[in-house]
């Protein structure tokens, strides 16, 4: 059976994006970072869907990004827009995919997996220019030439298989694929009795995507 690493954040595009790598026979090892994130309750989100699904091992590794701040998740001195803005957003991280990815591969590296997963996405998103198609090329490459078992001849291919999909066909697939989305975290600011603000970016993209399939959400809005 072929392995894949898969980045699980605890989100709704990353335990779908683990659903289809299980749906498509790969033995899972799933990954999720704990970068000092302002919405750090998607930890124990990951770990509830991590439960549903037979996954081979999990692991939880910290790196502390708050030391380099620069976005509204990592410090908080910055507040969360609550209203749409044009350009990249405040709340995207620095280099968070491509730190994120180094990471996948090396432990990808030390138990030869065969692929990488990951939730990012191109259509319903906040901007951020590390989910682009072109990014996706660019680790590709990289992986090409950056390891040991590469330069050898072994492949580790980097699949992101919500890249083209809008927030609607994620939610679709993932109820198809046994994703129970009321474990799952999207809010980037949290209250302390865990419900949801319903105004930063990634709210409201969820909450319009389950409208508009005439879903009921299951998460509670502040």
Same mark, same amino acid.
């Given at each position: 059976?072929?392995?894949?690493?898969?980045?699980?954040?605890?989100?709704?595009?990353?335990?779908?994006?683990?659903?289809?790598?299980?749906?498509?026979?790969?033995?899972?090892?799933?990954?999720?970072?704990? +970068?000092?994130?302002?919405?750090?309750?998607?930890? =124990?989100? $990951?770990?509830? @869907?991590?439960?549903?699904? &037979?996954?081979? *091992?999990?692991?939880?590794?910290?790196?502390?990004?708050?030391?380099?701040?620069?976005?509204?998740?990592?410090?908080?001195?910055?507040?969360?827009?609550?209203?749409?803005?044009?350009?990249?957003?405040?709340?995207?991280?620095?280099?968070?995919?491509?730190?994120?990815?180094?990471?996948?591969?090396?432990?990808?590296?030390?138990?030869?997996?065969?692929?990488?997963?990951?939730?990012?996405?191109?259509?319903?998103?906040?901007?951020?220019?590390?989910?682009?198609?072109? +990014?996706?090329?660019?680790?590709?490459?990289?992986? =090409?030439? $950056?390891?040991? @078992?590469?330069?050898?001849? &072994?492949?580790? *291919?980097?699949?992101?298989?919500?890249?083209?999909?809008?927030?609607?066909?994620?939610?679709?697939?993932?109820?198809?694929?046994?994703?129970?989305?009321?474990?799952?975290?999207?809010?980037?600011?949290?209250?302390?009795?865990?419900?949801?603000?319903?105004?930063?970016?990634?709210?409201?993209?969820?909450?319009?995507?389950?409208?508009?399939?005439?879903?009921?959400?299951?998460?509670?809005?502040?």
């Amino acid at each position: 059976m072929n392995k894949a690493i898969v980045l699980l954040s605890g989100g709704m595009d990353s335990s779908t994006a683990l659903s289809i790598a299980i749906k498509e026979g790969f033995e899972c090892y799933a990954l999720t970072l704990d +970068y000092g994130q302002r919405h750090r309750d998607e930890i =124990n989100s $990951a770990k509830n @869907i991590v439960k549903d699904f &037979k996954i081979t *091992e999990h692991k939880l590794v910290s790196i502390d990004l708050t030391v380099f701040g620069g976005s509204a998740l990592t410090d908080k001195n910055i507040k969360v827009p609550e209203q749409a803005s044009s350009g990249i957003p405040i709340t995207y991280v620095p280099a968070r995919n491509t730190i994120f990815f180094s990471l996948a591969l090396a432990w990808a590296e030390v138990i030869e997996a065969d692929a990488i997963f990951s939730g990012v996405n191109a259509i319903d998103y906040s901007g951020y220019p590390d989910c682009r198609p072109e +990014y996706i090329s660019a680790i590709q490459e990289l992986f =090409n030439l $950056a390891t040991k @078992i590469t330069s050898e001849g &072994k492949s580790i *291919e980097v699949c992101a298989p919500l890249i083209n999909m809008d927030k609607k066909e994620i939610i679709k697939i993932g109820i198809e694929n046994g994703v129970d989305f009321s474990k799952t975290v999207s809010c980037y600011q949290l209250d302390q009795h865990g419900k949801s603000c319903g105004l930063c970016d990634s709210c409201r993209i969820r909450s319009k995507a389950f409208e508009e399939l005439n879903l009921e959400d299951n998460i509670e809005y502040v």
